[in-house]
C-alpha cells in the first residue's frame, strides 16, 4: 500500500509498511461452518487473526439486513421475506446489526481473569475492517446508515459483483470509501489487458482491483499484471477456491498482490506467520 492510496481510503493507514497482503476472510470461511455467521466470524477473528470480514448483505421485507450469499434459504427469497419467518427457518441467520455489535469495540473488562484474551479480542475488533459485499440494491441506503451509527467510514470496502448494484453503490457511498470491481468490469480491464491496451491512460472505474483467481486465471496473474496496476495506484485484491493452497498463497505473497480472501483464513495466517519466518 502507498501513502497517497492511504490518504484518500483511510482504512488502508495502517498497511502503509507491511510487507504482507491484508489477510481476509471469505465469508468467514466456509470450513469452519456455515458461511455469514457469528460462528464462522469469530474464528476468522480470533484463531485466524483476520483483518478483514467478508460479509454478504440481503434487505429483508421489513427493513433488516441479514447476511447471506444466495438471497435464497430453503426455496425462500430473503428480500421477500420478514426476518422472523427467516431466521425460524434458518436460526444461524444473524442481522449486520448482530454483526457489528458483537464485535464492537468493547469499553471495559469486567472478568480481570479473561483480562489478556478479551484485550487481545478488543485489539482485533477495534482495526476489524469490514468488506460488504452488496447483493442487494435496496439494501444500500441502510448499510451506509449502519456504518454512520457504528462510525466505520474509516474501516469498510465496498464491492459489488453485479454491475448494476455496484453502479449505484458508486453513487451512494461516501467518498472515503473504497469500492472493488465488479464481474463485468473484470472481465473488460482483463481483455484489455492482454490486447495491451491498459497503459496510464486506462479508464479505471473503481478504487480496487479485484480478480477470481481459479485454476483457468491463474496464469493471467503476472508480475507484469500486478506492477501495471500498482503504476495507476490501484492495490489488487483476489479471491477463490486457489487461495486455500499454501504454496498459492505465498505465491501470491511474492508477486505482491495487496488483498488476499481465502476460505482457511487459519491456513492463510500459518502462510503468513511462515513466510515472515523464513
Known sequence: MNESLSTRFPVF??????????????????YWGKENTLGTYRRAINEGQTEILEIDIWKTNDEYLVLNHDGIINGIEVNKT????????DPQLITLDQLLSSFRKKNSFIFKSFFFLLLAEFLSNSSLIYFFDMKDVKAIPLTLDAIKQYNLENRVIFGAVDRTINKELQKQKFP?????TDIETMLKFSQAYKQGQVDENYPYE?????????????SFITKDLINTIHKAGKPLALAGSLLDDPNVQKDMIELGIDILFTDRPDVLRKTFNSYLNE
Open 13 to 30: 493507514a495502517k498497511f502503509i509498511s507491511s510487507s504482507l497482503p491484508i489477510h481476509g476472510s471469505h465469508r468467514g470461511g466456509r
Open 82 to 89: 420478514t426476518l422472523e419467518k427467516l431466521q425460524q427457518i
Open 176 to 180: 472515503s470509501i473504497p469500492i472493488c
Open 206 to 218: 473503481h478504487d480496487i482491483i479485484g480478480f477470481f483467481l481459479e485454476p483457468h486465471t491463474r
